[in-house]
């Protein structure tokens, strides 16, 4: 694990080095406050809870988690650093997860940086803080799905632009597959698949987390989401090193 | 006792033509081996997988006996490479960079101060061990790049043009380095300067298209003709024209 904490180390200082964090930050900020606010209807519905604000980051990680992992890979190439990083004594699958946990913790001082809403929320009623705290869990946990997808995306291709609209579109499948529209069309057609792409969803899964309920196959759902686009990250790399 | 490099036929085909031919070499402790060839001969394939960083197609590369291919970290901590382009993080400084490297390495506390340091003071970098590196110089950035090859001492090293760059003085300062090294290491180096396989190489490889072409002292093949210069055209012109 130890090469794995020092790559990751390294790249997160590596992001706030650059205009990237706070560009990121910044508008994930903005986005998930007006979106709570002004769609969330955040005031009008009286009721003491981030379910609103919840509801959006899902959606706003779509495009800016693909947009954080576009360069995982993408800029090593271009900087040939991948050269001198996987000629380092560390197995790659160390690389791999380093690069991996750095975002993901990159992800996590993002959304600690929303406290100010539940803040707002603890003054204005009492809410349930259990099911606020299970809700954050579920916002990391879909951040980390959408990363380890994304960067298996970014080991793929050197042109980032292509990584990014890639990783987004690989991410709306996976978070529309539970959505009434695919679900119900499905169900009349092909139960079958209804029922697979329903139980595929992130979206789905993340709901449960909303509603304060933690359940182990929602954990290992997630935990094993991120393990297979890690592994596939690291045989895509194997493979395409040079390129 | 074994060689630290060995290379048996290494091949390395990509679509549609061969980069890398059926190479073999080894080289011992003490030897200085100048891997010469014209750009696009497979100097930097050939290193790229003795340094694991690429599979090879066909062929065995090993590392003080560890294949880069079956015990890849073992390999690679007996090696220092320097990549073609000496590439670094641009946002680090020089002292974070080497430490980044150092720690992966696994050094730590004052062992990790101590080597750091020591490379620094090995590549003259101490005036500017706390600058990012994206603002130096290129002779610099080179010789940072060289610096993270020597952190660890290693027994075996790798350098893809490790001169590229420097002005004149840098150029001897590097190769002093090289020479002072040389009795206790087995040092590949490729380059397209001749000059250099005459000062510090004691032997020497041309590669043209892929394939070994010589492999003999430096002072054998000056005897082959008036310069270097002239049995280098010659030997890999006449590669093309076969």
């Given at each position: 694990m130890r090469p794995a904490l020092i790559v990751a180390r390294r790249e997160l200082a590596a992001y706030f080095a650059t205009p990237v964090a706070t560009v990121f930050i910044v508008i994930f900020l903005v986005l998930a406050g007006a979106l709570t606010f002004t769609l969330g209807n955040f005031f009008g519905?009286?009721?003491?809870?981030l379910i609103p604000f919840f509801s959006f980051v899902p959606w706003l990680f779509l495009f800016l988690v693909p947009a954080l992992t576009m360069r995982l890979w993408a800029e090593e190439r271009r900087l040939g650093t991948i050269e001198l990083l996987l000629t380092l004594p560390l197995p790659q699958w160390q690389a791999v997860l380093g690069k991996f946990l750095a975002a993901w913790a990159f992800c996590g001082i993002a959304l600690a940086l929303t406290f100010p809403l539940w803040i707002t929320v603890n003054i204005l009623g009492s809410p349930d803080n259990g099911v606020i705290l299970s809700g954050y869990v579920g916002c990391l946990l879909v951040a980390g799905a959408y990363l380890a997808l994304g960067a298996a995306v970014s080991a793929l291709t050197r042109n980032q632009v292509i990584a990014f609209v890639l990783a987004v579109a690989l991410c709306f499948i996976f978070a529309a597959a539970g959505s009434p529209v695919v679900t119900e069309f499905l169900d009349t057609r092909l139960p079958v698949l209804a029922e697979i792409a329903r139980s595929l969803s992130v979206a789905e899964r993340f709901g449960g987390f909303t509603r304060g309920i933690i359940a182990v196959r929602d954990l290992i759902y997630f935990a094993s989401f991120i393990g297979f686009f890690l592994f596939v990250n690291a045989v895509v790399l194997d493979h395409r090193k040079a390129d | 006792m074994a060689a630290l490099i060995e290379i048996e036929r290494l091949t390395k085909r990509f679509a549609g033509f061969?980069?890398?031919?059926?190479v073999s070499f080894s080289v011992e402790r003490g030897e200085v081996l100048g891997f010469l060839g014209p750009n696009g001969a497979g100097k930097s394939t050939t290193m790229r997988m003795l340094a694991g960083f690429m599979p090879p197609t066909f062929g065995t590369a090993r590392i003080c006996g560890a294949d880069v291919v079956d015990q890849p970290v073992a390999a690679k901590r007996h090696l220092g490479f320097l990549p073609e382009g000496a590439?670094?993080?641009?946002?680090?400084t020089v002292t974070g960079f080497l430490a980044f490297t150092g720690r992966i390495r696994g050094f730590r506390g004052s062992e990790l101060a101590d080597r750091t340091a020591h490379a620094m003071a090995l590549t003259q970098l101490e005036g500017v061990r706390l600058q990012p590196i994206e603002t130096l110089s290129k002779g610099f950035k080179r010789r940072v790049g060289l610096a993270q090859a020597l952190l660890h001492d290693p027994p075996v090293l790798v350098l893809d043009?490790?001169?590229?760059?420097?002005d004149p003085n840098q150029k001897h300062e590097v190769r002093d380095l090289i020479r002072r090294m040389a009795p206790e290491k087995a040092i590949v180096i490729s380059t397209h300067i001749l000059e250099e396989v005459g000062a510090v190489c004691t032997r020497a490889i041309i590669i043209a298209r892929g394939k070994v072409v010589v492999d003999a002292p430096p002072s054998v093949l000056e005897e082959q003709g008036s310069t270097l210069d002239e049995v280098f055209r010659r030997l890999t012109l006449g590669q093309e024209a076969a």
């Amino acid at each position: 694990m130890r090469p794995a904490l020092i790559v990751a180390r390294r790249e997160l200082a590596a992001y706030f080095a650059t205009p990237v964090a706070t560009v990121f930050i910044v508008i994930f900020l903005v986005l998930a406050g007006a979106l709570t606010f002004t769609l969330g209807n955040f005031f009008g519905r009286g009721q003491a809870d981030l379910i609103p604000f919840f509801s959006f980051v899902p959606w706003l990680f779509l495009f800016l988690v693909p947009a954080l992992t576009m360069r995982l890979w993408a800029e090593e190439r271009r900087l040939g650093t991948i050269e001198l990083l996987l000629t380092l004594p560390l197995p790659q699958w160390q690389a791999v997860l380093g690069k991996f946990l750095a975002a993901w913790a990159f992800c996590g001082i993002a959304l600690a940086l929303t406290f100010p809403l539940w803040i707002t929320v603890n003054i204005l009623g009492s809410p349930d803080n259990g099911v606020i705290l299970s809700g954050y869990v579920g916002c990391l946990l879909v951040a980390g799905a959408y990363l380890a997808l994304g960067a298996a995306v970014s080991a793929l291709t050197r042109n980032q632009v292509i990584a990014f609209v890639l990783a987004v579109a690989l991410c709306f499948i996976f978070a529309a597959a539970g959505s009434p529209v695919v679900t119900e069309f499905l169900d009349t057609r092909l139960p079958v698949l209804a029922e697979i792409a329903r139980s595929l969803s992130v979206a789905e899964r993340f709901g449960g987390f909303t509603r304060g309920i933690i359940a182990v196959r929602d954990l290992i759902y997630f935990a094993s989401f991120i393990g297979f686009f890690l592994f596939v990250n690291a045989v895509v790399l194997d493979h395409r090193k040079a390129d | 006792m074994a060689a630290l490099i060995e290379i048996e036929r290494l091949t390395k085909r990509f679509a549609g033509f061969t980069a890398v031919d059926d190479v073999s070499f080894s080289v011992e402790r003490g030897e200085v081996l100048g891997f010469l060839g014209p750009n696009g001969a497979g100097k930097s394939t050939t290193m790229r997988m003795l340094a694991g960083f690429m599979p090879p197609t066909f062929g065995t590369a090993r590392i003080c006996g560890a294949d880069v291919v079956d015990q890849p970290v073992a390999a690679k901590r007996h090696l220092g490479f320097l990549p073609e382009g000496a590439p670094t993080y641009p946002e680090m400084t020089v002292t974070g960079f080497l430490a980044f490297t150092g720690r992966i390495r696994g050094f730590r506390g004052s062992e990790l101060a101590d080597r750091t340091a020591h490379a620094m003071a090995l590549t003259q970098l101490e005036g500017v061990r706390l600058q990012p590196i994206e603002t130096l110089s290129k002779g610099f950035k080179r010789r940072v790049g060289l610096a993270q090859a020597l952190l660890h001492d290693p027994p075996v090293l790798v350098l893809d043009e490790p001169t590229d760059g420097l002005d004149p003085n840098q150029k001897h300062e590097v190769r002093d380095l090289i020479r002072r090294m040389a009795p206790e290491k087995a040092i590949v180096i490729s380059t397209h300067i001749l000059e250099e396989v005459g000062a510090v190489c004691t032997r020497a490889i041309i590669i043209a298209r892929g394939k070994v072409v010589v492999d003999a002292p430096p002072s054998v093949l000056e005897e082959q003709g008036s310069t270097l210069d002239e049995v280098f055209r010659r030997l890999t012109l006449g590669q093309e024209a076969a």
